[in-house]
């Protein structure tokens, strides 16, 4: 039985217990995760762009893993890009939305006839209803363990 985002998160990424980031919403098609401000500010009073590198990259990944959850897990990240739009002052949600029907299907298909796939995903972080930064990132998917 597939693990929940939350037991995974919890036994399998320790940094993220480190920053206090919570899972606020999980599903195949869209995941929320929010890191307090208090656990990741900076010296400038605002959220530490290395932990909003962080949130982006494990929301996306959780997104991967609800629609893949035959690989058992077995996702990494390949490459990722951040742009940082505006300071964030305090608490911070980063939220993943599950690219179109023909990324997934590619993907899918990818892993049927080779037993490996790339899939792009999309993330937003967003303070006090506000985009501060914008994350794109590209994971491998494989059937057995990298």
């Known amino acids: 039985m597939m693990q929940t985002i939350d037991q995974f998160i919890a036994q399998h990424i320790p940094a993220a217990q480190a920053l206090n980031l919570s899972v606020v919403e999980s599903s195949p098609q869209r995941v929320a995760i929010k890191a307090p ?6 010296h400038h009073h605002t959220i530490f762009g290395g932990s ?12 991967v893993y609800l629609n893949f959850p035959e690989l058992n897990g077995n996702i990494v ?13 305090s608490d911070i949600i980063a ?7 023909l990324a997934m299907n590619l993907a899918k298909q990818m892993l049927t006839q080779k037993g490996k796939a790339k899939i792009t995903i ?9 985009i501060v ?3 794109t990132g590209e994971f491998v ?5 990298f």
């Open 37 to 42: 401000f208090e656990s990741n500010c900076n």
């Open 95 to 101: 939220v993943s939305i599950c690219p179109d029907s």
């Open 122 to 130: 999309q993330c937003q972080l967003y303070c006090d209803d506000i």
């Open 52 to 63: 909003q590198a962080l949130l982006a990259t494990l929301s996306a990944w959780s997104l």
């Open 133 to 135: 930064s914008e994350w």
């Open 77 to 89: 990240i390949r490459s990722s890009q951040i742009r940082y739009l505006k300071p964030a002052p």
């Open 141 to 145: 998917l494989s059937h057995k363990p």
